[in-house]
């Protein structure tokens, strides 16, 4: 686990700056603070931070192949790295160190641009070919590793956070309006898109190859939904069974110590379940709560740790809600407006005081079907033959229901009003659609800041969900937040539950084997029950909450009042000030729960004098 900068210039160009690549590396430090490493020759500068977790002591990057010509820098683990070596040896390679990364560069000598669709594991790879002078740049299959790149006609940057361009000497930090609509939206930038303007995220299963001043991406991997599997139920669960078992297992290669989050649910238990079934010594797990009960799984989580015999380590905070703000939007590196990253962060922290790398349940909920929003679309979608209903509910929205239930009627209304996929598009959505609109002053299709094949999109209405969440949900936001909030700890996080093998399968199940009696994850909920107590299998979903809307009438308070009044933030003008002081005084009078816009705004003014500002760029350098 790593991070990696550098850029390429463009042929006929002066040679690249070496001091400007080690500036890029400074600024990622927390990403790898146990070593660093630099190439640059007359075109090329390749920079990496590693945090050391396999070959510790020979493990240095870059990696090279015998005479130099090829030089590589990732970040990541290749979890079949050593399958990949005994192969590798067999054709005639020789190795001179025990690292996964040296066998990418040697899988790249032997197969070329093929090789990364044989590596199984996360990672975001920088390859500077000198025979070809070509540089190649490639993500994982579901994006656990972020990597950016801007393609500036005379040279293209890459690196995995924003953090390192802001290093390089012309680069000009301004907002992408597309970028800014899709953040209000939906509380996250949706990929390709980056909130700088001329910045783009590789898509995750792609590759990019820079050449002679141009560039060419390509797909290596694709998520299929069909063919359907035939099995019997019986069958499917047995192999289930094993392909979770291998996730794990294969994940468990570390040279330093680890564990496991622990939150209590189905999909954290039944990885540390399987964890437990593989290592001599209790499993290590960290779980964090708050004070407030409706936030804390502590309990939960607890249960579980006594059941498998882990070595439990937990943390009821209070947190210092105004200085954790600060600390997320400067290592979230985009606006970002779930404020789950804020519980992420400090279960993080508490992890990293005992172990270096941490396995997680992250991927479930789309992998096997378990968001419940799933169940209420398709649920909606039948309601929606009857065409009168959208208007009777859109009617209903506006009596005196509670909050929460006066907004999912409105959310109902709306989706049954449009079609697949802006309809359940409108349901994962941050911001309601009026909501956005005012705070940016029109009313446009704040639905189309995510790219939809529409062409490709599967059949059944529950894979068209999943491949929507799997294309951005998922890469823009749930992996964002723990790969930041992880790293912010130098700590590596790993998600078994998006081994590519096992995604394939689960969305190949016919859809009654992920969904059955009102409730997503059936088969799952089936084969984990061989490792967990019944009470985890019937846990109804509670997520990462933070008590965000008690927090803006309470800690909050005064700092989004003064922001929203600032002169800065009227002056700069990247949402509706007028709007936007509303939702806080509409909230403060308890009309609505409007904290979640709140947060949404108050992450994006944070985020510009952090990244836009002079100041804050003076200071970052």
Known sequence: MCGIAGFVVAPGQAPPLPETGRRMNAAIMHRGPDDDGYFCDERAVLGMRRLSIIDVAGGHQPMHNADGSVQLVFNGEIYNYRELRAELSALGHSFYSQSDSEVIVQAYMAWGEDC????????????????????????????????????????????????????????????????????????????????????????????????DGRNNIRSYYRLEFAPPLRLSEAEAREELARLLDQAVSSRLVSDVPFGAFLSGGLDSSAVVALMAQHMSQPVKTFTIGFREAAFNEIEDARRVARYLGTDHHELVVEPDAVALIEKLVWHLDEPFADASALPTYLVAQLASGHVKMALSGDGGDETFAGYGRYLKYLKAERLGLFKPLAASVASAAGFAFPGRYRRRLRRIGESLRLRFPESYLSVVALTRREHAAALLGDAGNHYGAIA??????????????????????????????????????????????????????????????????????????????????????????????????????????????????????????????????????????????????????LSLELWARRFLDAGALAAAA
Request: net charge positive; glycine share 6%.
């Open 452 to 601: 939809v094949d529409r062409e490709r999109m599967p059949a059944h209405s529950l894979d068209r969900m999943v491949a929507i969440d799997f294309a951005s949900y998922l890469p823009d936001d749930i992996l964002v937040k723990v790969d930041r909030m992880t790293m912010a700890h130098s700590l590596e996080s790993r998600a078994p539950l998006l081994d590519h093998r096992l995604v394939d399968f689960a969305v190949r199940l016919p859809p009654h084997l992920r969904v059955r009696n009102g409730r997503g994850k059936h088969l799952f909920r089936e084969v984990a029950a061989r490792w967990l107590p019944p009470d985890v299998l019937i846990k109804r979903k509670q997520g990462f909450a933070v008590p965000l809307a008690a927090w803006f009438r309470g800690p909050l308070r005064e700092l989004a009042s003064d922001l929203l009044t600032s002169t800065a933030f009227r002056t700069r003008g990247l949402v509706d000030a007028q709007a936007a002081e509303r939702c806080l005084h509409d909230h403060l009078a308890g009309v609505d729960d409007l904290s979640e816009p709140l947060w949404l705004i």
């Open 116 to 211: 990364f669709r044989r590596l199984h594991g996360m990672f975001a790879i920088a390859l500077w070919d000198r025979r070809s002078q070509a540089l190649l740049l490639a993500r994982d299959r579901f994006g656990e590793k972020p990597l950016y790149y801007a393609d500036q006609g005379n040279r293209v940057l890459f690196g995995s956070e924003l953090k390192s361009f802001l290093q390089v000497p012309g680069f000009a930090p301004r907002v992408d309006p597309d970028a800014l609509h899709g953040y209000v939206a939906f509380g996250y930038v949706p990929s390709p898109h980056c909130i700088l303007a001329g910045v783009r995220k590789l898509a995750p299963g792609h590759y990019l190859r820079y050449q």
